[in-house]
C-alpha cells in the first residue's frame, strides 16, 4: 500500500527541464533519501509524488493506483516541509488534527489519534500551545505529528531538518529513523546532506541535473559509486579525482600512476580516464603494511592540515606548482591530494612525505561519459606490469 | 532682538543666554527638538481633529436647531430640540432606508471579497501568461468614471436591451427598483481596489502554508478560505470595510437606478431627500437623519479599525 512507482516522469517548466524521465521503484516500509545538489529536481520529484505539481510526462503509482492526475488530498501521503510549514492560526491541536477533522472523524476518534500522535513525538502538555510560542524542533515535531496522526501510506519529507541548528538536527535524525521503525511506513526523504542520506536511509537515490543517477543501499553509493557524479557528492570530504589515460601498463596522469591490466577491465589503452580515490585510502609509506594492495609509493609535499578530532585531513601537494583552482568546481586536480590519517600521526605542514594508495579501493570512470568503469584493482602489484592483473568490476 | 538684549556688561553671563523669549524658545527647540516635534504633532491632530470633526458637530447644531430658527446660525444651537431625532422617524421611514443601505452594503462587500478572494488568489499566487495585462485591465476599468457606464447600465437594468440569439430574442429583465441594479455596479466598481489590496496580501502567505493544507486535505479553494483567508484577515477586513463604507456613501447609482422609495431598496441618500417637501426644506431633520445615517458606520470603523491595527502589529506570519 505504501509503494510508491514513478514511470517515465518528466517535468518542463517552459524551456527548463526539472525532472528528466525519472523511473523510481520505492517499496512499502522503504526509507528512501533523494539526494542531490540545489536545484537538481529533487523537490520536484517529490512534490510530483505528492500532487502539489503534475509531471508534464510519465506516471505515478501509489500502491495499485496511479495518481499522476489526483489532487494531494486524494493519494494518501502526508509531507513535511522545510520551513515547517503549521498553520500560524491554530493551536497544536488544530494544527494536528487539520486533516482529520477535513475528513470528518468523529470527535472522540480525533482525540484519540491526535493524543497518540502528539505521544509519539513527545509534544504531551503543549496542545493548547501557538506555533509561535514553540521552538524550531518541537514545531519540527509538531508537523510530523500531523504527518504521522492521519496514518498515511507514504510520508514525504522536504529537507525538515534544514532550518535546525546543526545539534538539533542530528538529534531529530535519530528521532527520525526511531519514528520509522516504530511506524513502519514508507518515508520519502529529500535532502541535499549527503550525510543525512547516507546515515537515515534504506536507500539512496542519487539526483543530478533532473536525472536518476544511482538508487542503491548507501553503502553501495558511497563504495560503488555509478558514476563521476555520484562519487563525488557521496562523501565528505569529497573523492580525490585525477584526469589520465589508459595505458598498457594501467592508469597514468601527470602525477600518480597505478597498474593494471586495461584488458582486464575491458578498457582499450588510450581510454582516458578518471580516477577516484577517497582520502580515507589513501596511506602513508609507514603505513604501507595495512595495505593489502598498494599503488606505487606516491611523492608530496603536505600543504594544509586539517585536524577533525578523530581524523586529520591533510592536503598534499604532488607538484611544486600546485595551486587550487577556485574555479574548478569539478573536482578533478591532478596536482593534489587529499589524505585522511590518524589522529595521532606525527605530521607537518609542508613536510616532504610518499604516500601509496589502496590499489583496491581505486575508482576508475570514463572521462567522456562519467560512467564508472571499476571499482577497484584486486591484484597484488605486479612490478613488471604482466598480464594475470585482475579487477573486481561492477556494474 | 538686538535691541532687547542688554549691553554685556562687566560680570554679565553669556551673551547667548541674554536673548529675548524667541531667541530662547529656538534655542531650546534646536537642543531638545523632541518637544518640537510633539509641539508639532498635537498642532496638526488639533487641525485634523476639527476638519474631520467640525461637520459633526455643525449637523448636531442644524439638527437641535428648530427648523423655524434655522437662519444666521453661529456656532451654537438656537434652542435644544431633541425631539427632531423622533419626528425624523415619523415623517419618513428613515429606519427602512437604512436597512435598504446594510442591505446593500452587505451584499456587496460579500460579493466583492468572494470574487476579489478568487481574483487576489489567482494574481497573488499563481504565475500564468498575460496575469500583467489583465491587472493592468483591471486598474484600467477602475479608473473609468461611473457616468461612463450608467446609461448603458441603466438601458440594461431597466429592460430596454434585447439580445438576440439566432430566432430567439430575450430582453434583459426590468430591474429597476430591485437591488440588483446598485449591488452589480457597486461590486464591478469595488472590486478593483479589494482585488489590489487582496492580492498584496494573499501573494505573502508562503507557499508552503498552501501546500500544506493541500497535502492535509483541502483543494486549492479550500486551502485559500481555510488557511490563506484567515491569515489574510487584516487584509480581508481592510478590504470588506473600506467596500462596505463606499457603497453605504454612493450617490450615483443610489439615487439613479430607483424612484427613491423605501420599498424600492433607495437607501439612506434618498431618504434624506425624501424630506424636502413641496412647500419646506426641513434642514433640522435632514441633519438628524444625517447624524443617524453616519453613526453605524463610524461604530463600524472604530471596531473595525482596532481590529486592522491589531492585526497588522501582530505580525500574524513568520516564515
Redesign the interface.
Same mark, same amino acid.
Request: hydrophobic share 45%; charged share 25%; no cysteine.
Given at each position: 500500500m505504501g509503494d510508491v512507482t514513478l514511470e517515465h516522469v518528466s517535468k518542463h517548466y517552459d524551456d527548463v527541464t526539472a525532472v528528466d524521465d525519472m523511473n523510481l521503484d520505492i517499496e512499502d516500509g522503504e526509507f528512501i533519501c533523494l539526494v542531490g545538489p540545489s536545484g537538481c529536481g529533487k523537490s520536484t520529484t517529490m512534490?510530483m509524488i *505528492? /500532487?502539489?505539481t503534475i509531471p508534464s510526462e510519465g506516471k505515478v503509482f501509489i500502491g495499485d493506483r496511479e495518481v499522476t492526475n489526483l489532487?494531494?488530498?486524494d493519494r494518501g501521503? *502526508?509531507?513535511v516541509?522545510?520551513?515547517? *510549514?503549521?498553520?500560524?492560526?491554530m493551536d497544536v491541536y488544530d494544527n494536528i488534527s487539520? /486533516?482529520l477533522r477535513?475528513?470528518n472523524y468523529d470527535k472522540e476518534e480525533i482525540e484519540r489519534r491526535v493524543e497518540r500522535a502528539a505521544e509519539i513525538v513527545q509534544l504531551q502538555g503543549m496542545l493548547e500551545r501557538m506555533p509561535?510560542e514553540m521552538s524550531g524542533g518541537q514545531r519540527q515535531r509538531v508537523a510530523i505529528a500531523?504527518a504521522i496522526v492521519?496514518n498515511p501510506g507514504v510520508f514525504?519529507m522536504d529537507e525538515p531538518l534544514a532550518n535546525l541548528d546543526a545539534k538539533l538536527r542530528v538529534h531529530m535524525r535519530t528521532e527520525l529513523q526511531r519514528l520509522h521503525k516504530e511506524l513502519d511506513t514508507t518515508i520519502i526523504y529529500v535532502t541535499h546532506d549527503q550525510a543525512e542520506a547516507m546515515t537515515m536511509s534504506d536507500r539512496i537515490a542519487v539526483i543530478d541535473s533532473g536525472q536518476l543517477q544511482q538508487i542503491d543501499p548507501p553503502l553501495v553509493c558511497y563504495n560503488e559509486p555509478a558514476n563521476l557524479f555520484v562519487a563525488g557528492f557521496i562523501g565528505s570530504p569529497s573523492m580525490n579525482f585525477l584526469d589520465g589515460e589508459v595505458t598498457a601498463d594501467g592508469f597514468s596522469s601527470t602525477n600518480i600512476d597505478v597498474e593494471f591490466d586495461p584488458a582486464d577491465l575491458g578498457i582499450e589503452a588510450g581510454t582516458d580516464v578518471t580516477m577516484g580515490i577517497r582520502p580515507e585510502d589513501v596511506y602513508l609509506v609507514d603505513d604501507e603494511a595495512l595495505v593489502s594492495n598498494p599503488s606505487r609509493r606516491i611523492d608530496a609535499v603536505t600543504d594544509v592540515l586539517e585536524p577533525m578530532g578523530d581524523e586529520i585531513f591533510v592536503y598534499l601537494k604532488l607538484s611544486e606548482s600546485a595551486e587550487t583552482d577556485l574555479e574548478d568546481t569539478s573536482g578533478v586536480a591532478n596536482d593534489q591530494l587529499l589524505m585522511s590519517v590518524a589522529p595521532d600521526t606525527d605530521i607537518e605542514e609542508d613536510e616532504d612525505v610518499t604516500v601509496v594508495l589502496d590499489r583496491s579501493r581505486v575508482h576508475l570512470f570514463d572521462t567522456a561519459t562519467g560512467e564508472a568503469i571499476s571499482h577497484g584493482i584486486e591484484t597484488a602489484v605486479q612490478t613488471s606490469g604482466a598480464p594475470g592483473t585482475e579487477a573486481e568490476s561492477d556494474d | 532682538m538686538a535691541s532687547e538684549t542688554p549691553g554685556a556688561g562687566i560680570g554679565s553671563d553669556d551673551p547667548d543666554t541674554e536673548q529675548g523669549p524667541l531667541g530662547r524658545w529656538v534655542d531650546s527647540a534646536i537642543k531638545n527638538p523632541d518637544r518640537v516635534y510633539r509641539a508639532m504633532f498635537y498642532v496638526a491632530m488639533l487641525f485634523f481633529l476639527v476638519t474631520t470633526l467640525f461637520p459633526f458637530y455643525w449637523l448636531l447644531v442644524l439638527a437641535l436647531t428648530p427648523n423655524n430658527l434655522i437662519a444666521n446660525m453661529g456656532l451654537v444651537p438656537k434652542g435644544f430640540n431633541p425631539e427632531v431625532f423622533i419626528a425624523m422617524f415619523e415623517r419618513v421611514p428613515f429606519h427602512l432606508y437604512m436597512f435598504n443601505s446594510f442591505v446593500l452594503g452587505i451584499t456587496t462587500t460579500v460579493l466583492v471579497l468572494l470574487i476579489a478572494s478568487l481574483a487576489g488568489y489567482v494574481f497573488g499566487r499563481l504565475r500564468f501568461p498575460g496575469k500583467g495585462v489583465l491587472m493592468l485591465g483591471i486598474l484600467a476599468i477602475s479608473y473609468f468614471p461611473p457616468a461612463a457606464f450608467l446609461i448603458p447600465l441603466f438601458e440594461l437594468f431597466t429592460g430596454n436591451t434585447a439580445i438576440s440569439i439566432g430566432m430567439v430574442t430575450i430582453s434583459t429583465p426590468d430591474l429597476f427598483n430591485t437591488p440588483a441594479p446598485m449591488v452589480f455596479p457597486f461590486s464591478a466598481l469595488f472590486l478593483p481596489l479589494s482585488i489590489f489590496i487582496l492580492t498584496t496580501f494573499y501573494g505573502q502567505i508562503?507557499d508552503?502554508?498552501e501546500?500544506? %493544507?493541500? !497535502?492535509?486535505? #483541502? #483543494?486549492r479553494l479550500?486551502a485559500l478560505f481555510r !488557511?490563506i483567508v484567515?491569515?489574510s484577515a487584516p487584509g480581508v477586513a481592510t478590504a470588506g470595510v473600506l467596500t462596505f463604507i463606499s457603497v453605504y456613501n454612493e450617490f450615483f447609482f443610489s439615487f439613479l437606478m430607483n424612484n427613491g422609495e423605501a420599498d424600492s431598496w433607495a437607501p439612506i441618500v434618498a431618504g434624506i431627500l425624501k424630506y424636502q417637501g413641496q412647500f419646506d426644506t426641513p434642514y433640522n431633520l435632514m441633519a438628524a437623519a444625517s447624524i443617524v445615517g453616519v453613526l453605524p458606520v463610524a461604530i463600524l470603523v472604530i471596531i473595525a479599525q482596532e481590529r486592522i491595527v491589531s492585526g497588522l502589529t501582530a505580525g %500574524?506570519?513568520?516564515?
Open positions: 512534490e *505528492a /500532487g502539489l489532487p494531494p488530498k501521503v *502526508a509531507m516541509f522545510q520551513n515547517i *510549514a503549521l498553520f500560524p492560526h487539520f /486533516g477535513l475528513r509561535d500531523r492521519r514525504l | 508562503p508552503g502554508l501546500d500544506a %493544507a493541500r !497535502v492535509e486535505g #483541502t #483543494t479550500g !488557511v484567515p491569515l %500574524a506570519l513568520k516564515e
